[in-house]
């Protein structure tokens, strides 16, 4: 899991990237929950996110966000970030020229984050998207919803209401063109806490069947 530093919009950003094990591998960005609260690359259902992609032979990149770690920066609410996440995209797509196919992933803050790189990057053909925050951010710049994807859900997350992102989830799903899978997690709060392993199991599950039709 080599140590990466890159340059983002206001200095260095620090990471992890993992190549893949094919020259037209896919690739993959995981992005963190809130700076403000703790979120680093390090977090660990970012980090699980990271290893579903490798175990599927993604070149993965998960990454600091500005003010965080070792990358240099201060927080600026979301839009700094997104451009940090463009940045890290501009990276991962420079070392995979050939890249079969273009993913994204975030948890919580890193969600939200990740669905607006989705809107702005027509190459992201993807989404895994758990705790989506849609109690504290809007979401409304999803009009629509350019690709299918996964958001994951605790039943008992006490940051992110259930039933926000089942509102999300359920108006996504009405767009045509598209297919979006909301899995909740039964007990699981915010941070996963004993759920890792069924959020793992979910994403392998939909990621090879999303990834079926193309070996």
Known sequence: MPEIIFNGPEGRLEGRYQPGRTANAPIGIVLHPHPQYGGTMNNRVVYHLYQSFLKLGF??????????????????????????AASALDW????????????VAGFSFGS?????????????????????????????FLAPCPASGLIIQGTADEIVTPDSVDTLATKLRTQKAITVEHVEIK????FFEGNLEQITATVDDYMRRRLAPEA
């Not at 991962?92 to 993913?103: E, P, R, T």
Request: hydrophobic share 40%.
């Open 92 to 103: 991962l797509q420079g070392f995979n020229a050939n890249a079969s196919s273009c993913w």
């Open 59 to 84: 070149s993965v990149l998960r990454f600091n966000f500005r003010g965080v770690g070792r990358s240099q920066g201060e927080f600026d609410e979301g839009t700094g970030e997104l451009s940090d």
């Open 187 to 190: 007990g699981a709060n915010h």
């Open 112 to 140: 939200w984050i990740g669905m607006q790189l989705l809107m702005r990057r027509p190459e992201i053909k993807g989404f895994i998207s758990v705790a989506p925050p849609a109690n504290l951010y809007d979401f409304a």
